[in-house]
């Protein structure tokens, strides 16, 4: 077995990608990252004990630089970008970029692409169908005719709300690295919320009540955007938490150490513990036939989390079933 060059294995070492120098498909020296992802016995034994993908083993066994990428290393979903180059007689380097998050990334603008689309196309589907309808020859009765421009003008407003989510999420991403600098009254944000979703709650016959602290907590912040967030929290828990007439939403204003904390209680059906880590995915929705029907467009709660992200804040459902769910969302003090 060759004993590498001091300077080759030096600069082995400085290398922070797993790296592994392979003299006739036989490991000689491993990095601190190879060892960590292989383990420690892979120095002295055979290459394909360690990787056993099928083309990374053909490009070391040609001995050829070569680059390509493969998935399966270190676990199933992982994909990597892996480099063969020779270093010297009989010595290859055989280096490994982890491309997992970026594959992951990938994944999701593909993902988010095709819901953004699926949602966009189902309304339009039925404004089509309507106003075809409406358009062929003959008479129609007056009911019928109102009920099909009510679904048109339904539907048009929803794809609005889609739409005007999607800019918003945009925005706030594109702004994600600019610090807010406005000094926000967040019990104000917390009223003026209230206010705004008046109409939802007279329409579903909810309660939304604000509670009595006296304490005005500031942050600094975007009070656009944190408006918004209050905003999109309240009307969730009026839309999902108040499933019949007389339910009641609670909204506080906390100051609590060094955070000024947003939390909205309500006492509805409560949401299963397996759904709760994806509920601030985009267009993720526990039942997609009731969201629609409320007037949700799955994007509210992915919102909150990017405003919230944006604000170096913190964000936290707990839910209980036949209980109700508690958001809250703490932001550090001005």
């Known amino acids: 077995m060759i004993d590498p060059p001091p300077l080759v294995r030096a600069l082995l070492d400085a290398v922070e990608d797993p790296s592994l120098l392979v003299e006739r498909e036989r490991t000689v020296a491993a990095n601190a990252a190879a060892l960590g992802l292989f383990g420690a016995a892979v120095v002295g034994r055979d290459v394909r004990l360690a990787i056993r993908q099928p083309q990374a083993l053909s490009a070391i066994q040609t001995g050829q630089p070569a680059e390509l990428e493969v998935s399966g290393i270190g676990g199933v979903e992982r994909s990597w970008g892996l480099a063969v180059r020779p270093v010297g007689e009989g010595l290859l380097l055989v280096?490994?970029?982890?491309?997992?998050?970026?594959?992951?990334?990938?994944?999701?603008?593909?993902?988010?692409?095709?819901?953004?689309?699926?949602?966009?196309?189902?309304?339009?589907?039925?404004?089509?169908?309507?106003?075809?309808?409406?358009?062929?020859?003959?008479?129609?009765?007056?009911?019928?005719?109102?009920?099909f421009a009510g679904a048109?003008?339904?539907?048009?407003?929803?794809?609005?709300?889609?739409?005007?989510?999607?800019?918003?999420l945009s925005r706030i991403e594109?702004?994600?690295?600019?610090?807010?600098?406005?000094?926000?009254?967040?019990?104000?944000?917390?009223?003026?919320?209230?206010?705004?979703?008046?109409?939802?709650?007279?329409?579903?016959g909810a309660i939304v009540t604000v509670g009595e602290d006296d304490s005005r907590p500031a942050v600094t912040g975007d009070y656009a955007q944190l408006l918004q967030l209050a905003d999109n929290l309240v009307a969730n828990a009026i839309r999902y938490g108040c499933p019949t007439r007389g339910r009641s939403v609670g909204v506080e204003v906390l100051r609590q150490g060094r955070e000024a904390l947003l939390r909205v209680t309500d006492h509805g059906e409560g949401i299963p513990s397996e759904h709760i880590p994806r509920l601030t995915e985009r267009f993720y929705r526990i039942d997609a036939a009731r969201s629609r029907d409320t007037g949700g467009t799955?994007?509210?709660?992915?919102?909150?989390?990017?405003?919230?992200?944006?604000?170096?804040?913190r964000l936290q459902i707990e839910s209980e079933l036949g209980r109700g769910t508690v958001v809250t969302v703490g932001l550090p003090l001005a």
């Open 95 to 147: 280096r490994l970029s982890d491309r997992s998050a970026l594959r992951a990334a990938e994944k999701t603008r593909v993902d988010f692409v095709a819901n953004a689309s699926h949602e966009l196309r189902t309304p339009l589907a039925t404004i089509i169908g309507y106003a075809e309808t409406l358009a062929d020859e003959g008479e129609l009765p007056d009911p019928l005719r109102q009920r």
């Open 152 to 168: 048109i003008h339904g539907e048009a407003r929803r794809m609005l709300r889609i739409v005007g989510d999607l800019m918003s």
């Open 298 to 313: 799955g994007l509210g709660l992915a919102i909150v989390k990017h405003i919230v992200e944006r604000h170096r804040g």
């Open 174 to 204: 594109s702004e994600r690295f600019t610090v807010p600098s406005e000094r926000v009254d967040l019990r104000e944000v917390a009223l003026t919320a209230v206010v705004n979703a008046r109409p939802l709650a007279d329409e579903r």
